[in-house]
């Protein structure tokens, strides 16, 4: 290995996010842009199960995987004051999850198994790794993010178990407890990330901590969203998970009023907190007003949940946390912002043919190149910073 090489190494694995936020930068861009330019919507494989299934989850797990271990594996030894995660870890985390990846890219059943064990030991790993970590810090904080990991991990198990075994119910029904789960932990990642990031825009100085919201908040719209996955694994009728739904929505929406602070509310470190927030609980709504009979909203309203609440918080975390661990100074630059206006025009061109204001070939294969490129900039941006060693450890201001 030359010596720039063992560098690059070194700098990838100083921090987790360091290798799997530009991991799941590539996946995110990459994927879509295949499935819709490359394969016709289709996978090489011809998969027995429809193909939007495999879409679907190579997303979640894929690209929000990454992003997961990346997030989970630094930022909770920053929240507990523990040890950074070993080059070994990551290093182990980021092949097992690429042998995952190389199996939904290709689509053949036959390596569903091989798949399926991959994702759930990277999974079985992340709550290990945060159960564990909690009970040396001796701290009740992770608890959350434990049960809400665990159901994750649960939900991945049935939802492979049902394509391996080609039972499209249980996958389906899988795939939206999966995506649920992860809309629980975004509300409680944002409800640790806000607050921080808030204080740093309004005191630079970090002198003073002139933001301190309400407390009772933090776990409400995780609170719901078990209500509501309890719910559907209960059989409750359409209208009991639609209200449901709207509940889920109205406690994101919730959250977005944390974010009104004055003309400090238009940097886009705020922005792209509460917008995730604001989109996610549409997301939701949308889905809600479907189950109550608007035809045609659930598929706009899983779009902008996905696209626009996790993907919108994703590439914000990417933008925020890859300056703090850098050492760089919180602001973002045009590029960047370009990439955020860049993710929204991908979800309006994904969801504007769901109501016939525009053709959907077209228009889908435009949502993902614009996606890809969105994502492509920010790795355009951050990847010098990243595989570059620092000298000394920075703190994570999006985890105290």
């Known amino acids: 290995m ?51 299934l495999w879409h679907a989850h190579e997303m979640l797990f894929g690209t929000f995987g990454a992003a997961l271990i990346g997030f989970i594996l630094t930022a909770v030894p ?44 990277w999974l079985s790993t992340l709550v290990g790794f945060i159960i564990g970590t909690g009970w040396r810090a001796r701290t009740p904080s992770l608890n959350g993010f434990a049960v809400w990991l665990a159901a994750l ?40 990330i806000t607050p921080p990031i808030t204080n740093r825009i309004l005191d630079p100085d970090q002198t003073t901590a002139p933001f301190r919201p309400h407390p009772g908040r933090r776990h409400l719209a ?6 509501l996955i309890v719910a559907e694994l209960a059989g409750a009728s359409a209208d009991v998970t639609g209200y449901l739904f709207i509940a889920c929505g109205a406690a994101f929406l919730d959250r977005v009023a944390e974010s009104f602070i004055g003309k400090a509310f238009f940097r886009l470190e705020i922005l792209a907190l509460s917008g995730s927030a604001a989109l996610a609980g549409i997301g939701l709504i949308l889905t809600g007003c479907a189950r109550l009979g608007a035809g045609g909203l659930e598929v706009s309203g899983i779009h902008t949940l996905a696209m626009g609440g996790l993907g919108g918080a994703v590439l914000g975390v990417f933008s925020i946390a890859g300056k703090l661990h850098t050492g760089q100074v919180l602001r973002l630059s045009v590029w960047v912002r370009a990439a955020f206006g860049l993710l929204l025009a991908a979800l309006l061109l994904r969801i504007l043919p769901d109501f016939g204001l525009v053709p959907p070939g077209p228009a889908h294969g435009l949502a993902s190149t614009t996606w890809a490129v969105a994502f492509l900039i920010w790795l355009r941006e951050y990847w010098p910073s990243f595989a570059t060693v620092t000298s000394a450890h920075h703190d994570d201001e999006t985890a105290e």
């Not at 100083?14 to 016709?40: D, K, M, N, V, Y």
């Not at 690429?98 to 199996?103: D, E, F, H, Q």
């Not at 394509?163 to 629980?184: G, H, K, P, T």
Request: charged residues 15%; glycine residues 6%.
């Open 2 to 52: 030359t010596v720039l090489g063992s560098q690059v190494r070194q700098a990838l694995t100083e921090e987790a996010l360091r290798l799997f936020f530009p991991l799941a930068a590539l996946h995110g861009a990459l994927w879509p842009f295949l499935w819709t330019w490359i394969f016709a919507l289709d996978l090489p494989g011809r998969p027995d199960l429809p193909v939007s």
């Open 78 to 121: 920053e929240w507990t004051n523990t040890p950074r995660t070993g080059p070994r870890l990551i290093l182990g985390l980021a092949a097992v999850w690429l042998i995952a990846r190389i199996a939904g890219l290709a689509g053949v059943d036959l390596a569903l198994p091989m798949a399926a064990l991959a994702d759930l030991v």
């Open 153 to 192: 991990l649960v939900s991945e198990t049935a939802l492979r178990w049902g394509m391996i075994v080609q039972n499209e119910a249980l996958a389906r029904q899988s795939l939206w407890i999966a995506l649920l789960a992860y809309s629980a932990l975004l509300s409680l990642a944002l409800a640790r």
């Open 222 to 227: 995780a609170g719901l969203i078990a209500v």
